[in-house]
């Protein structure tokens, strides 16, 4: 398996999202300029100019027409995905953090950081079909506990909006009341920050990675914790196969502790895990500092992993991985 090296970003990833067909892949980099690429053989088809500060997430409509992205500039932008041309600007007091599409593609959720006086919140913006007749009036703004809220996405139906964060508590909102539905138990849930939040493919459940080295498997209905996976470092990123029953972390400790630490905790691959019984069952080698973003194509034949070292690469599986037994 021979990855594809994709060289387009100065500063580290930050963010990895195939389109719904799995033929583009859209990259977000401390770098200002999310870019997208074919997912095939990693060409990079163009990028998206506009921000002033890093870009924290994106998601991209499932008509693969429009692309929603978040920054540290105290903006999320919608942008034509064809042209690269900006459709709308949210403004926001603080910088953005996670952005999601609801299904239907009709709301947004995007959370914003704690910043000056400010604490962390989470917006719902309504998406007009036709962006001439878009505001930036939000929908519902939920007021976040102390802390930042690293992402949050819809629950099943739009009903509901599951968030987590640097409290480690993952939460579940009702998005027509705004009223707090539940909060994860403390018990079961992780130690410290959770960096990262996927929805499986059906969205009945999700995966959370925290910096506790471990990462999670939970019901998005009850936020009961169905499975946990354990590793030696911390844990930037988490995906899951919509094919197979695997799920892969990527992590290593932050950039700035490297030198403190013996040079085997360091180790920055992408381990892949069985779902079911929680075993390691192997791992791939090649980023030159942390991963910090993962994403599997939908169907499921090959995964991308965007490091701190500003590379993003694209893995598409040999024939022996479909039928790997533990």
């Given at each position: 398996?021979?990855?594809?090296l994709?060289k387009?970003h100065e500063?580290?990833?930050t ?7 799995g033929?583009?892949?859209f990259?977000?980099a401390?770098d200002h300029?999310?870019t997208?690429?074919?997912a095939?053989d ?7 100019r506009?921000?002033?500060g890093a870009v924290?997430s994106c ?19 919608l942008?034509n995905?064809?042209?690269?041309a900006?459709?709308?600007t949210?403004?926001?007091d603080?910088?953005a953090r996670?952005v999601d ?6 709301l947004a959720v ?7 006086a ?5 917006h719902?913006k309504?998406?007009?079909s ?11 703004v939920?007021?976040?506990?102390q ?6 996405v ?9 968030s987590?964060g640097?409290d480690?508590i ?9 009223k707090?539905l539940?909060e994860s ?6 130690k ?7 929805k499986?493919a059906?969205?009945?459940?999700f995966i ?9 498997l ?5 936020l ?12 930037n990123a988490?995906?899951m196969?919509?094919l197979?029953d695997h799920?892969v972390?990527?992590?290593g400790q932050?950039?700035?502790a490297?030198?403190t630490?013996?040079h085997?905790?360091?180790k920055?691959?992408a381990k892949?895990?069985d779902k ?5 069952i192997?791992g791939?080698?090649g980023h ?6 993962l994403?599997f194509n939908?169907d ?7 490091g701190e070292?500003?590379y993003?690469?694209?893995h598409h599986?040999?024939p ?7």
């Amino acid at each position: 398996m021979r990855p594809i090296l994709m060289k387009g970003h100065e500063r580290p990833l930050t963010f990895l999202k195939y389109n719904r067909e799995g033929d583009l892949l859209f990259s977000c980099a401390k770098d200002h300029t999310p870019t997208v690429w074919f997912a095939d053989d990693g060409e990079r088809l163009g990028t998206y100019r506009g921000h002033n500060g890093a870009v924290w997430s994106c998601d991209v409509s499932r008509d693969s027409m429009m692309l929603i992205t978040a920054s540290a500039d105290q903006t999320a932008k919608l942008w034509n995905v064809q042209t690269g041309a900006q459709l709308f600007t949210f403004n926001f007091d603080s910088p953005a953090r996670s952005v999601d599409l609801s299904v239907g593609d009709n709301l947004a959720v995007i959370t914003t950081d704690p910043f000056m006086a400010f604490t962390s919140a989470i917006h719902v913006k309504r998406i007009a079909s036709d962006s001439s007749e878009q505001i930036g009036d939000s929908v519902l703004v939920l007021k976040g506990p102390q802390g930042r809220i690293n992402r949050a996405v819809w629950g099943p139906l739009n009903r509901t909006i599951i968030s987590a964060g640097e409290d480690s508590i993952i939460r579940r909102w009702d998005t027509e009341t705004g009223k707090l539905l539940q909060e994860s138990e403390p018990e079961v849930g992780h130690k410290k920050q959770i960096t990262s939040l996927t929805k499986s493919a059906d969205c009945s459940h999700f995966i959370t990675g925290s910096l506790d080295k471990s990462a999670k498997l939970w019901d998005i209905r009850d936020l009961s914790l169905i499975k946990t996976y354990l590793t030696e470092r911390p844990v930037n990123a988490v995906t899951m196969s919509p094919l197979l029953d695997h799920v892969v972390l990527g992590g290593g400790q932050d950039a700035s502790a490297v030198t403190t630490t013996d040079h085997r905790a360091g180790k920055f691959e992408a381990k892949f895990f069985d779902k079911i019984l929680q075993e390691e069952i192997g791992g791939v080698k090649g980023h030159f500092g942390p991963i910090n973003a993962l994403a599997f194509n939908p169907d499921g034949k090959s995964f991308s992993s965007g490091g701190e070292d500003g590379y993003v690469r694209l893995h598409h599986f040999d024939p022996d991985y479909f039928s790997i037994k533990i």
